[in-house]
């Protein structure tokens, strides 16, 4: 198995499994910082993961989609797991989408909680994709490393051999 495989493998068992997986998301503000320089944006969000891409529930007026929409490079980091991941941020629309349709159910099972916390009826309720483009696995306290390159599908390892 090569090292982009492995990493692949890896999020699966940490992240896939219609797990409930909370993150910080970062985003780029639309206000500069006292400096006059962009400055960063960082909340949790609850994620649910599959074959590269983190995807949540959210408003779409919310600073984060108006943010993402002004720019959609955006970093990751999943509480507690050691990783850490460059991405981009794509707004996939209203939740009753029939696109949206297989998601929505994805979604449902892997948040107990969707049903309380989200009107559907408005237009608002929208799906967040998180793609990765870059990322680190960090396993056993920096032990060994997996640099993933998700773009190009390889990686490389930095440290004890797996």
């Known amino acids: 198995m090569n090292y982009f495989d492995k990493g692949m493998e890896i999020l699966e068992e940490k992240f896939g499994n219609s797990k409930d997986n909370v993150m910080g998301l970062s985003t780029i503000a639309l206000e500069l910082g006292a400096n006059g320089q962009p400055r960063p944006a960082t909340r949790d969000i609850d994620a649910f993961y599959e074959d ?52 929505r159910d994805k979604l449902r099972k892997a948040f107990t909680w969707y049903d309380d916390a989200n009107d559907e009826s408005n237009e608002n309720c929208v799906y967040l994709a ?26 490389t390892l930095r440290g004890k051999e797996l």
């Not at 990765?132 to 993933?148: C, D, K, P, R, V």
């Open 52 to 103: 590269g891409v983190f995807y949540c529930v959210t408003w779409g007026a919310s600073n984060k989609m108006k943010q993402i929409a002004a720019n959609n490079e955006v970093a990751i980091a999943v509480n507690f797991a050691w990783f850490n991941a460059n991405a981009t941020g794509e707004n996939l629309g209203w939740c009753m989408k029939p696109e949206n349709a297989e998601l």
């Open 130 to 155: 998180v793609r990765l483009t870059s990322g680190i696995i960090n396993i056993n306290h920096h032990e060994t490393l997996i640099y993933m390159d998700f773009i190009n599908k390889t990686a």
